[in-house]
């Protein structure tokens, strides 16, 4: 059974910057694309970006929100996938969580971190 | 990308069914057989119960069904359940980058 869970999440000012990660087990991770998903406080879900597994393995997406700002590596040692998010603003806060991708779908879900941005 | 446009609200009876619509343009939903449906009760993370338009992951029950036709996707719920009443998203690739819709929360009366 896929496990995933993130850490990380805490209060940041603006402009900020905050690391989360994500530990997987239970999955073959070099082959795995891992992906970040954010829900706002009350708001729907927003795919943030992610990292492709074999044969692409290490090259990213992002949406154009955190495009330039947020970047994603992963550790395949220590099988744990990171987001470094850069330049922090309010409309950033959320529940982010780190997502199996499977095909063109969200497998399997972590239970999430906070991430508040705010002075 | 703007969100995919899904209902925000629909309700029904124990027993009954009903459909979620989620329309997006040629760019996502009309132009990908990559359409997936989540739901996601208060406070928890979202499960995946459509994939790939029609597939259903194993152990979701064939309650669920999703079809597609032209740039809008729908989710039929029949046999409608307690534990039905959650948020239901729907989700598009989209080249490179993937899309969610609006959410649309549904009530057991």
């Known amino acids: 059974e896929v496990h995933l869970a993130e850490s990380g999440g805490g209060l940041v000012r603006p402009g900020g910057s905050l690391r989360l990660s994500c530990a997987a087990s239970?999955?073959?991770?070099?082959?795995?694309?891992m992906n970040w998903v954010r829900q706002a406080p009350g708001e729907g879900l927003e795919w943030v970006g992610r990292?492709?597994?074999?044969?692409?393995?290490?090259?990213?997406d992002f949406a154009a929100p955190v495009k330039g700002r947020f970047t994603i590596s992963r550790d395949y040692s220590k099988t744990t996938m990171y987001l470094q998010m850069n330049n922090l603003v309010p409309a950033d806060t959320g529940v982010y969580y780190c997502?199996?991708?499977?095909?063109?779908?969200?497998?399997?879900w972590g239970q999430g971190t906070l991430v508040t941005v705010s002075s | 990308q703007s969100a995919l446009t899904q209902p925000p609200s629909a309700s029904g009876s124990p027993g009954q069914s009903f459909t979620i619509s989620c329309t997006g343009t040629s760019s996502d939903v009309g132009g990908y057989n990559f359409v997936s449906w989540y739901r996601q009760h208060p406070g928890k993370a979202p499960q995946l119960i459509i994939y790939d338009v029609t597939k259903r992951p194993s152990g979701v029950p064939d309650r669920f069904s999703g079809s597609k036709s032209g740039n809008t996707a729908s989710l039929t719920v029949s046999g409608l359940q307690a534990e039905d009443e959650a948020d239901y998203y729907c989700?598009?690739?989209?080249?490179?980058?993937?899309?969610f819709g609006s959410g649309t929360k549904v009530t057991v009366l």
């Open positions: 239970g999955l073959a991770f070099g082959d795995a694309f």
């Open positions: 989700s598009s690739y989209a080249g490179n980058s993937f899309v």
């Open positions: 990292i492709r597994g074999s044969p692409n393995s290490g090259t990213t």
């Open positions: 997502v199996t991708q499977y095909g063109g779908s969200f497998e399997s």
